[in-house]
């Protein structure tokens, strides 16, 4: 039994939507996560990555047209500024803050944020993201081409979000969440929370973690918990922080973790 990791590379290389999807043909040999794989015994699999957005069990293309700031929540696009109904609450998109506001919010599709530089997801009241009796087959919130996905929850906030495949929260970047809310966060097999690079959870942010493979993840990065309450039950590392070396470049990546208060 190991971990490696296997990289990939989408072209042209200024593709708007460099979202990818891993999967073995033998879970039973080999399990791969984000490109992350892990032996699970002797034989042959295939591992392939395939450069589509599944939203409930269907291929959603992405916009030709797609622009910087948009965002969606399955295949339906926000409209700037205008909030969107979803069960008791609302989503609200703001491309000029490079915001998205969900507020007691009850969703049953992923949330797919497309934004260069950073972006911030507001959550206020109770948001519900999945179900554990429907848990989404994609990533619950996606960022793409982000240097920094931002979660900021509000006081006494809640965020829960349920996956079977895919993880509860990716960045193509940094990931932080902080502010006075809980999260709570339950994945089958992938990694719950994964960055490819940084990932922080701030003080004030109480955190419940369930993952049949690894709690939190980082690529080329630092995982750093400065203050926050996290408790992680995981099948595989609850923090894993993975070491990169580029073939090309014969460069090493040294990734870190950092336990604060």
Not at 165 to 184: H, M, P, R, W, Y
Not at 231 to 250: H, L, M, P, R, S
Request: aromatic share 8%; net charge negative; hydrophobic share 35%.
């Amino acid at each position: 039994n190991g971990h490696d990791t296997l990289t990939a590379t989408v072209t042209p290389d200024d593709a708007t939507d460099q979202h990818l999807t891993w999967t073995s043909s033998n879970e039973d040999v080999v399990e791969v996560r984000s490109g992350i794989v892990a032996a699970k015994s002797t034989g042959t699999a295939t591992i392939t990555v395939s450069f589509f957005i599944y939203t409930s069990g269907e291929i959603l293309t992405p916009p030709t047209l797609l622009s910087y700031g948009q965002g969606y929540i399955g295949s339906s696009r926000l409209t700037d500024g205008q909030g969107t109904n979803y069960g008791e609450g609302t989503a609200t998109l703001n491309t000029a803050e490079k915001t998205l506001t969900l507020k007691d919010v009850t969703l049953t599709d992923s949330i797919g944020i497309y934004a260069e530089g950073e972006f911030t997801v507001i959550v206020e009241g109770n948001c519900t993201i999945g179900s554990e009796s429907a848990p989404l087959t994609t990533s619950g919130i996606y960022a793409i081409d982000v240097t920094n996905l931002h979660i900021k929850m509000a006081e006494k906030s809640t965020l829960d979000v349920y996956n079977e495949e895919g993880n509860n929260i990716f960045s193509s970047g940094d990931l932080i969440v902080s502010a006075q809310g809980t999260l709570k966060a339950a994945v089958e097999g992938y990694p719950s929370l994964y960055a490819e690079k940084n990932l922080t959870l701030k003080s004030g942010v109480t955190a419940d973690i369930e993952s049949a493979g690894h709690g939190l993840c980082v690529n080329q990065g630092e995982v750093l918990v400065d203050g926050a309450k996290v408790d992680i039950n995981a099948g595989g590392c609850g923090i894993f922080a993975n070491y990169f070396y580029d073939e090309n470049t014969e460069e090493e990546f040294f990734s870190s973790v950092i336990l604060r208060n």
